[in-house]
């Protein structure tokens, strides 16, 4: 299955350059007629011209690749999301293309996410990508039960989304009290765009915050130059 407006999206992709960045991804898509339909905390939604995918843009997310990961290696099981496209985007950014989604009522979501235990071929995916994560990324967070990443497609089946995330409370606290250790565990390509997450659902961000964090960053990375000299 592709979406009808596959072959859109496909020359939106072609026209961002190596070095596109969230912001760019972002007026590309609505340039070529995609609408917001969604904004958490780390990422903004755009559905498609012909209503049939979404966009999911991020400007900060270590977990995208893996979440893009459980999506292909789990898609026999017909219970994640259908991934149409996955790219990293410069300074740490995240874009997924998939199958439009719609939130269904938090009694059926319950109910999805306490049966996914006896899902045995979707969490043995989940377990192993999630794994996988945790050996690899700093500040990985648990499985994420949120009933709100349970979703229906298109065709009435129930998906779950975003089970994995990096542990942001813990994150951006360090980043606040020691952003030495964050230039150190997370390269300055992977988390340029840090502070400009939407936060839409736990923020809002307070004022000055994102500029501290920022400076403080930026400061870290110039004592890292000048130790590795």
Known sequence: ????????FAEVLARLGGEAD???AEQAFRLAGWDSCGEGDWAIALRSP???????????DPTGPYSAALYREAASTRQV????AHRRLAGGGDLQIME??????????????????????????????HERARRELPWCGPLDQNPANVMRAGDGRLVVTDLFYAD??????TAAADPDLVVARIPESERRFLTEIPFATSGPWRPG?????????????????????
């Open 1 to 8: 299955m592709t979406p009808k407006g596959s072959g859109a």
């Open 22 to 24: 969230h912001r760019d």
């Open 50 to 60: 012909d209503g049939a995918a979404a966009v999911r843009i991020s400007p900060f």
């Open 81 to 84: 999301p259908e991934l149409f």
């Open 100 to 129: 439009f989604l719609r939130a269904v009522p938090e009694d059926q979501a319950n109910a999805f996410q306490r049966t996914i235990e006896d899902r045995a071929d979707l969490i043995e995916v989940v377990r192993r990508v």
């Open 168 to 173: 942001g409370p813990n994150l951006y606290a």
């Open 209 to 229: 915050e994102q500029a501290a964090l920022r400076a403080g960053l930026a400061a870290a990375d110039a004592r890292a130059g000048l130790w590795s000299r």
